[in-house]
């Protein structure tokens, strides 16, 4: 997993419907912020979504579209950073 780079995409740029879907579903509160940093090898992705002004929620979701994990930030680079390295742990663990 290349997660020392990590490529975070905005929801409006993810093509693949069945991906996008699987993207939307796991939103709870703006698709308009809703970002999202996959790793291909485990299917398991990290989003970051405005809450509300000054809150950003973090979460990683498995392949088959359950939280692992989740949580809330002051700031979307916090946010960010919170979610990769959760992803990381995460993936480190399912291919261990």
């Known amino acids: 997993m290349s997660l020392l780079i990590p490529h975070w995409r905005c929801f409006e740029t993810v093509s693949s ?3 996008a879907s699987s993207f939307a579903e ?3 509160y703006s698709l308009a912020t809703l970002e999202v940093d996959c790793d291909p090898a485990t299917k398991s992705f990290a989003l970051i979504e405005q809450q509300e002004p000054g809150t ?3 979460a990683i979701v498995s392949a088959r579209g359950r939280v692992l ?3 809330h930030e002051p700031s979307q680079l916090e946010a960010k950073h919170a979610a990769t390295s959760a992803l990381y742990a995460v993936t480190a663990g399912l291919n261990a």
């Open 56 to 58: 950003w929620r973090w």
């Open 26 to 28: 796991c939103c709870r």
């Open 17 to 19: 419907g069945a991906e």
């Open 69 to 71: 994990q989740d949580g």
